[in-house]
């Protein structure tokens, strides 16, 4: 994270800035709304459906969740 900005929600990385937060998400796409959504890719680049990562922030006097969806994985 040194070096790379990242804005805060409630304590805790907000969607739009924290995948700054990870070492390494190569083999993902990214996209960011209301929540980060990771979702893994084919050695071609094609998003792998129903295999992805999504973080949503803090609530407020709450933590964030991360919940992984694996069935096409």
């Known amino acids: 994270m040194e070096g790379r900005a990242v804005s805060m929600a409630n304590g805790y990385p907000d969607a739009a800035t924290v995948q700054a937060t990870l070492a390494d998400y190569s083999g993902f796409t990214v996209a960011n709304g209301a929540n980060a959504v990771f979702t893994k890719t084919s050695s071609s680049g094609t998003p792998i459906a129903n295999c992805l990562v ?20």
């Not at 999504?54 to 994985?73: E, R």
């Open 54 to 73: 999504t973080y949503t922030p803090a609530p407020a006097n709450g933590a964030p969740t991360v919940t992984a969806t694996t069935k096409g994985c």
